[in-house]
């Protein structure tokens, strides 16, 4: 019994079907592992008639290396090796290579052998003396079963491959999805949000149109605003002809009387020039904001969250508007919004006003608002 070398000139034909003179690319593949040369060759010789050149392997190694570099079909192999079992390399390829048919020859092969033979997924067991016909009908069933598994590995592959696309096409047109559903979110968000602010534009406007003179004018707008905010100290500052500011209207909510007075006229006096020429509404917290604002001056309202704005129409302030409160009740994000949106339209309205007061007067004139009368009650008051 010859243990030739994997690398002998027999194995060699291992890759027969890459020289002239070998099988067509749609004969089956033969792999013959045998001990025996003879062996070899004389099963070569039977099988000619499926595989006109199959490759030859002396060992379980040699069958291994040549398997590594050539696919092969069908594996004719003797059951008992110099280095193992034919099972045992059927058993060892089995699971992972189920496109290679395995036909285990034996001298007198029993019920146990073929049961073993089952399990470990050797397609057919055939006798070494049985006829060169069943050998070759066992091949051609073997490499046809290979063949019918190989193209179920192919679909399988390609299965998967387009699983892989359809699963990346489905996570793409759900992220779309999720992102257009988040814009359209967004989108409805902020177009709620315009609405919201200009239902409370069209409800203020319809409501402080008809007021034509100042005191009323003063005293709906603050209405409206403790009724959207909930109760708060507030004051209206209108620009006199000497530049000064003076007190329009306020709302006493939780200062002290003894000091309301006191207050409005330092609010008058510092907060309100300062405000003049700013454009945006500003909210102040407690602490850093007012000290920041403010400096020295803030100490009258260091408890207090302070929301203000400046009234301007045609380039002229003709109000400034200071609410604030103990910072146990701060203004929300919301109560900022709603002053910043009717801001604007009670700036216009003011205007009208005004220029109904004084459409008798050189422009330079207007923005004194010096009148006598005067409400004396405790926590509202209007002066005009």
Not at 185 to 197: G, N, T, V
Not at 231 to 253: E, H, I, K, M, Q
Request: glycine share 6%.
């Amino acid at each position: 019994m010859a243990h030739g070398n994997p690398t002998s000139t027999e194995h060699l034909d291992a890759r027969a079907g890459d020289v002239p003179g070998a099988c067509p690319p749609s004969d089956p593949r033969v792999l013959i592992v045998s001990g025996s040369r003879q062996e070899r060759l004389r099963l070569a010789a039977r099988v000619s008639g499926v595989s006109s050149n199959p490759a030859k392997a002396d060992s379980l190694a040699a069958a291994r290396m040549m398997m590594d570099v050539e696919h092969f079909d069908v594996v004719v192999i003797r059951d008992q090796l110099s280095d193992g079992s034919g099972v045992s390399l059927a058993e060892e390829l089995g699971p992972d290579r189920l496109d290679i048919a395995f036909i285990l020859i034996a001298d007198d092969p029993t019920l146990d052998d073929a049961v073993l033979a089952m399990r470990a997924g050797i397609a057919d067991i055939i006798r070494i003396d049985s006829p060169a016909a069943e050998l070759v009908s066992g091949v051609r069933r073997a490499a046809s079963r290979a063949r019918t598994a190989r193209q179920a590995e192919h679909k399988a592959r390609r299965l998967r491959r387009v699983c892989r696309k359809l699963n990346d096409a489905r996570q793409e047109v759900t992220s779309q999805v999720r992102s257009l559903c988040n814009d359209l979110s967004l989108a409805y968000d902020e177009m709620a949000a315009q609405m919201a602010r200009f239902s409370l534009a069209s409800e203020f406007t319809a409501i402080i149109r008809p007021e034509l003179d100042v005191e009323s004018l003063l005293r709906t707008a603050l209405e409206f605003v403790l009724a959207k905010i909930g109760p708060t100290n507030a004051a209206v500052f209108l620009p006199t002809s000497s530049r000064d500011f003076s007190l329009g209207a306020y709302v006493n909510y939780d200062c002290a009387k003894d000091t309301a007075d006191v207050l409005l006229d330092h609010l008058a006096n510092v907060v309100a020039p300062r405000m003049e020429c700013e454009s945006r509404l500003i909210s102040l917290s407690p602490g850093s904001d007012l000290d920041d604002e403010f400096g020295y001056e803030a100490q009258w309202l260091c408890d207090s969250n302070v929301v203000m704005f400046a009234c301007h129409h045609e380039g002229e302030c003709l109000a400034v508007v200071i609410l604030f409160r103990d910072r146990a009740d701060a203004f929300t994000g919301e109560h900022v919004q709603m002053l910043e949106t009717i801001s604007e339209q009670f700036a216009l309205q003011l205007g009208r006003v005004i220029h109904i007061h004084h459409r008798h007067l050189p422009r330079d004139q207007w923005g004194a608002f010096d009148g006598s009368d005067e409400d004396d009650a405790d926590d509202y008051g209007l002066a005009a």
